[in-house]
């Protein structure tokens, strides 16, 4: 593992890695058995930031880092959620014709492995899912729409997503559902976080 840390202010650490894989491995490891005074991690595409508080210092948290073993592969999580979708994107026939398959067996595809949250991001709420089938990795759009619905179920490169609230958006649109995924009465108010395993089902 190559990692590379930057202190940020006086109580956060970035630790930057090459590859997602890296991330959610390092985010495993030290979720499952934080060192001294850390508080939060928040995993992204390529980086870590752990956040800690006194009497925990910079250098403590960044030698913890440091000599974390990561597994190779998720830690088992028991945290898991089934969302019912319906599948009739807007993109699921061109998501068909890039992938080479049927619409049946996107369907399949998508329903017939579990996925994981690896991280949170572009909008509060928005979960990046990884681990489904590699056959349904597909470009984003062209171009972006300007109106995505609420509860749209996307793809886009490796991920799965599935749009917590009405924005603009680039990824492939192959369904939609009633799942709240943000609740800011909700506590959390993220249904889709970190290391949650995600299953999707056909409604």
């Known amino acids: 593992m190559n990692a590379r840390l930057h202190r940020c202010g006086e109580h956060a650490v970035l630790v930057e890695l090459d590859r997602l894989e890296?991330?959610?491995?390092?985010?495993?490891?030290?979720?499952?058995?934080?060192?001294?005074?850390?508080?939060?991690?928040?995993?992204?595409?390529?980086?870590?930031?752990?956040?800690?508080?006194?009497?925990?210092?910079?250098?403590?948290?960044?030698?913890?880092?440091?000599?974390?073993?990561?597994?190779?592969?998720?830690?088992?999580?028991?945290?898991?959620?089934?969302?019912?979708?319906?599948?009739?994107?807007?993109?699921?026939?061109?998501?068909?014709?890039?992938?080479g398959l049927t619409e049946r067996e996107v369907v399949a595809a998508h329903t017939g492995t579990a996925w994981t949250v690896a991280f949170c991001g572009f909008?509060?709420?928005?979960?990046?899912?990884?681990?489904?089938?590699?056959?349904?990795?597909?470009?984003?759009?062209?171009?972006?729409?300007v109106r995505v619905p609420t509860g749209a179920v996307a793809l886009a490169g490796e991920f799965s997503g599935v749009y917590p609230r009405e924005s603009p958006g680039g990824w492939q649109l192959i369904g939609r559902t009633e799942t709240v995924v943000w609740d800011i009465a909700a506590d959390p108010p993220a249904l889709l976080r970190p290391g949650v395993r995600v299953r999707f089902a056909e409604a």
């Open 22 to 99: 890296e991330v959610v491995a390092l985010y495993d490891a030290l979720a499952a058995d934080p060192p001294r005074g850390i508080v939060d991690l928040v995993p992204a595409a390529r980086t870590l930031l752990v956040r800690f508080e006194p009497p925990a210092r910079h250098s403590e948290v960044e030698s913890a880092v440091l000599s974390v073993r990561p597994a190779a592969g998720r830690l088992a999580t028991t945290e898991e959620v089934v969302i019912p979708v319906v599948y009739d994107g807007d993109d699921l026939a061109d998501v068909a014709r890039l992938t």
């Open 123 to 145: 909008a509060p709420g928005f979960g990046y899912l990884i681990g489904g089938d590699p056959r349904l990795a597909v470009p984003r759009r062209p171009e972006s729409r």
